[in-house]
């Protein structure tokens, strides 16, 4: 009887000791359960979604044109409340200008005559660059993917034609480039000039300098969740000349005959009324 007592002891002992073992052996599955349930989840939602819309298709450069303010309408769908309301979500909104060929030159003096004595060709270069942003740039995201989108004036990818120049010399040369776009006004930076408006609603604000370069622009837009790129979209911008200025400058290119003919006769016709008015009786 004793004997049997002590089984039944130890047998309740056992059990008691392996109960909280087994739960706790039993916890770090449902752990993995719950881990696993949220990466589903998190892998079932749909992603955002970024698009935009200018507040004009085409800007007009008239004689008295001194700069405007460009307006850029945006929309995220399938906003995510929590992110929002958490300030995580960025966005980079670009204007760039059309693509050419820019040179950069230095000036010394020579025999007391400051000239140009040495230059740097960069091919298909924006001619303009402005950019607005919820934040600094270097806030939202890593250098090296604001490099690879080319984010930000010091990031703008230039292609220097090949020549023999040392890489330090083509270094003062890019340096210089920019330095002198932003002088001009066309490589600006806005930090700040893109607000939410609504949960899913942004606006950016951008400024177009008097020298605008004419020609087809291109309006890009990056959407960035926890500094990592999860959308982007992009769309165009005309700005062309207008008014009576444009008008004689077309029909010169492109009816350069009858431009000449017309010039002729008009001259003709102001020199003969100059003589009938001013003539002496």
């Given amino acids: 009887m004793g004997l049997r007592r002590a089984v039944i002891l130890v ?3 056992a059990g008691l000791t392996g109960t909280p ?3 706790q052996e039993a916890a770090p599955v449902g752990d993995t359960d719950a881990a696993a349930a949220a990466n589903a989840a998190e892998q079932a ?3 955002e979604r970024i698009e935009i819309g200018l507040s004009t298709e085409t800007v007009a450069i008239t004689s008295d044109f001194t700069g405007q303010a460009l307006t850029i309408f945006g929309a995220i769908d399938n906003v995510d409340p929590l992110v929002h309301r958490q300030g995580r979500y960025d966005i980079f909104v670009i204007l760039e200008g059309p693509r050419s060929e820019l040179v950069a030159r230095r000036k010394d003096r020579v025999f007391g005559i400051w000239m140009n004595v040495e230059s740097q060709s960069f091919d298909n270069t924006p001619q303009s660059y402005l950019i607005a942003s919820t934040r600094l740039a270097r806030d939202i995201t890593s250098l090296d993917t604001l490099a690879r989108l080319s984010l930000g004036v010091g990031q703008i990818r230039v292609q220097p034609h090949p020549d023999k120049k040392q890489a330090r010399e083509v270094e003062q040369f890019t340096s210089a480039l920019r330095r002198l776009k932003r002088g001009d006004g066309l490589y ?3 930090p700040g000039g893109v607000r939410f408006i609504s949960q899913s609603l942004f606006r950016a ?5 008097a020298n605008v370069p004419l020609g087809q622009h291109r309006a890009r837009a990056y959407l960035f969740r926890n500094g990592e790129l999860v959308g982007q979209t992009e769309a165009p911008l005309r700005i062309a000349k207008a008014g009576f200025e444009y008008a004689v400058s077309d ?3 492109t009816q350069s005959l009858y431009y000449g ?5 008009l001259a003709l016709f102001v020199g003969w009324l ?3 008015v001013f003539r002496k009786d």
């Fill in 45 to 47: 939602r749909v992603p």
């Fill in 205 to 209: 604000e951008l400024a177009l300098p």
């Fill in 21 to 23: 073992a087994a739960a």
């Fill in 261 to 265: 003919l017309t010039s002729v006769l």
């Fill in 274 to 276: 100059g003589r009938i």
């Fill in 251 to 253: 029909f010169a290119r």
């Fill in 188 to 190: 600006q930076e806005f």
């Fill in 11 to 13: 047998a309740l002992a």
